[in-house]
């Protein structure tokens, strides 16, 4: 499906009543629904997952070092990368504290993040104990599979 037919569906959805539309060509679906008045187009595999509360941005402006150079994995730092497409939530809810900041020790099966993926909540948790080096994306930015977005060094 190209561009220009996506382009189509978003805008009769914009242009009617229907707040969503999912269309299948061979192993590409995309998926438009929205709420108000935005339209949003989704295009990414169906992922079964655990469930949990929405969480909401809450306004941390410490959460991450973002950098726009690629991060280079070594043998002491180890990357932690995005399983899926998604967005990015620090914490479980506006309210609460982030789940790891830089500094802190993790433990494997810790949580470290929640991406959210088609209205999913997707726990990411440490595959090993280490400390949190970097956190390399912001609360509630969108990200992409295989981004970078945590540096742990193992313990």
Known sequence: MDISEIRKLIRLVQQSDITE????????????S?????????????VNAPVAAAPQAPATETTAEASSTPV???????????????????AASPDDAPFVSVGAPVKKGDVLCIIEAMKLMNEIEAEYNGVVEKILVNNADPV??????????PA
């Open 21 to 32: 539309i999912e269309v299948t060509e061979g192993e590409s679906t995309v998926r438009i």
């Open 34 to 46: 929205r709420q108000g008045m935005v339209a949003t187009t989704i295009t990414q595999p169906v």
């Open 72 to 90: 280079e994995e070594t043998n002491e730092q180890h990357l932690v990368k995005s399983p899926m497409v998604g967005t990015f939530y620090a």
């Open 144 to 153: 992409e599979y295989g981004q970078p977005l945590f540096v742990i060094t």
